[in-house]
């Protein structure tokens, strides 16, 4: 929180230091000419001095005892910087703290009018000193006041109103009036006033004055009442004084298109994980879009804004320039025919001026630290590799000229690896349609559709909602856990040089068979915990029978196994809802598996039809498993459907 008594302290402080910096002591056969002297020394207007009086001056009589007026001044802007500064700190803590108040002492002022001598005083700021009635008898007597209403002066002294009141009279002498003069330069821009002072026996300028004589100049706009209020007051004399201004015109801005998207392909923020590590793989360049997601708006020109002369006459102002909205591809105006919207999902971009959504995202070589992790509404297309430990999602397609590592893909349409898919037991692909890559090895794939794949499948774990097709010269499926609804197919099937188990499942929903495999796991973890709190229970009835009553610590335990008991029955009976909803539904769907071999089956493979299990003991040539009466029956060797050899465009 701010100290704001501290800080007025050290303001005061660098005051008082300031103006022993920047004070001059002058001395002049008249004040005025004396403050003159002081603003050449201190190269500055004569409105910015402020002084104090160290002797005061004597015309004399007939020129003898005469003697000069002498000052100290400084710059006045010191005070004003400092209470602006304060002002600003304080605002910045309003609730907690006063504002800054910089101490000002009393002031007194005396005004010759039509009306007779005036007196204003005004009382003094914080700790300020007041002004005292000698001080105002002098400056009266200095003015050559008589007839002075002394109680007057007194009671205007003590109540320090900061309002001019009559308290005498004076010799009236009206050649010896001050003057004013009214000068219009800057092209009608500017006006300045030059006083004269008045001589023994004449009024002062009055605010009135000023103002009359300002339109009989024709001088009506711009005018600096306020500066004027206190200008009366403190007078500079024989000098031009800024007094009105008037105002440029300002011309329209022109219109411009503000951005809802990064328009320049920087890196965002990067994430920090729950362990307080920052990926640097997630960087973040895409700007993602939807459809119907606001991209830009265009800002309309504006009108500008008119001068002004301070004798009243306009100044036009060009209103501002109006721009074509930049409208590209997939993108359309939304209904205040300002907004820029998408109409796809994709990518945003700002290119050649104009605002557009690609429903592809190219990466130009490798997906690495470089690109980061890729996420994309539209399609992805990598040149190069997926490396390892990074992933790449898209709500479309992703194509991947080269390999896939040790990494993650999920796609919402096909994914199409030209090379292999080398998952190291870790990485894994996951296609809304189908996959097709060239060979996958120890990799965990699933697809809503297909998998095909040209040279081999090595200890993987491949699920596809219809089939797996292995079709090439090296078409070999060896190691692995394969499932499809409808049908695996391979050039070979197996090895006889290998140790690792393969397993070729067909006939039912992969899907839904996960789903079974995760309900049955979940089930059995729950019935072991039964189990576990029946020997609990156990435990508790031979305390209870040995003591007749259980200690407090075992009594709130009996009760917290046996809410646990009822929570786990609870579970385990939605568990077996929902296992016969999926087992009913695998029973429904009437789907002919079979698992194919164009060359050869090897002993050893597992060959799963819906319920039925048969591990090949005899190596097989050309041959079709298929299930009739509850038996898996070897037949001839059924090629694939013709979907599964038609590979997608651009698929080599």
Known sequence: MVDFVQIQAIMKHRLLEDRAIR??????????????????????????IEYEIIGKGFSGVLGVGKKDWKIRAY???????????????????????????????????????????????????MNGKRVTRGEAMRALTAKGVTEIDEDLVTTVVNE?????????????KYTNDSMISVSITDQDM????????????????????IMRVLRDNRVVYGIKEDFLQDFVDRPTYRMPILVAEGSQAVNGKDAYIEYFFKTTAKKGPLREGTDGRVDFRDINTIQNVVKDQPLAKKIPPQEGSVGRTVIGGYLPAKPGNDIEIPLGSNVRLGDDRATIISNINGQAMLASGTISVEPVYMVQGNVNLKTGNIIFLGTVIVTGNVEDGFSVKAQGNIEVKGSVEKADLEAEGD??????????????????????????????IEAGNMVIVS????????????????????????????????????????????????????????KSKKQLDTLTENKAIREKEIEEIKLNFQTLNNILQQRKSLPDDK??????????????????????????????????????????????????????????????????????????????????????????????????
């Not at 001395?27 to 910015?48: D, F, H, I, Q, Y």
């Not at 309002?163 to 010799?171: E, H, L, M, T």
């Not at 500017?190 to 026996?201: E, Q």
């Not at 081999?456 to 692995?480: E, F, H, M, P, Q």
Request: proline share 4%.
């Open 455 to 510: 040279d081999g499948i090595i200890n993987s774990r491949v699920d596809a909602l219809k089939r797996i097709v292995c079709k090439g010269k090296r078409a070999t499926i060896v190691g692995g856990h394969l499932r499809a609804a409808e049908e695996i197919n391979a050039k070979i099937i197996g090895s006889a040089a290998s140790n690792t188990e393969t397993i070729c499942e067909v006939g039912v929903d992969p």
């Open 23 to 48: 004070a001059v002591n002058t001395e002049g056969p008249t004040l005025e000419a004396a403050v003159g002297e002081a603003a050449t020394l201190l190269n500055l207007p004569l409105k910015r």
């Open 415 to 444: 994914i199409i690896v030209q090379k292999g898919i080398t998952g190291r037991n870790t990485g894994t692909v996951k296609a809304g349609k189908s996959v097709y890559a060239r060979f996958v090895e120890n990799a965990v």
């Open 75 to 125: 710059q006045k802007l010191v005070t004003e910087q400092y209470t602006a500064v304060a002002s600003v700190l304080a605002s910045a803590d309003t609730e907690t703290a006063a504002p800054v108040i910089v101490d000002k002492d009393g002031e007194v002022f005396v005004r010759l009018d039509d009306d007779g001598a005036k007196l204003k005083v005004r009382a003094p700021v």
């Open 190 to 209: 500017k006006a300045f006033i030059t006083l004269v002072p008045p001589g023994p026996g004449g009024i002062d300028m009055s605010f009135e004055t």
């Open 160 to 172: 320090a109103q900061g309002i001019y009141i009559r308290v005498g009279s004076f010799k009236r």
């Open 555 to 652: 009594e709130l335990q009996m009760k917290e196994l046996m809410e646990h008991h009822r929570a786990l029955l609870a579970e385990i009976k939605e568990i077996d809802e929902e296992l016969d909803i999926i087992q009913e539904r695998i029973n429904s769907v009437k789907i002919r598996g079979r698992v194919s071999a164009s060359e050869k089956v090897f002993p050893g493979v597992k060959v799963i039809i819906r319920d039925v299990v048969e591990t090949v003991k005899n190596e097989y040539r050309a041959t079709t498993f298929i299930l009739e009466n509850d038996l898996i029956r070897v037949t001839k060797y059924e090629e694939p459907d013709e979907e599964a050899k038609k590979p997608p465009a651009g698929y080599g």
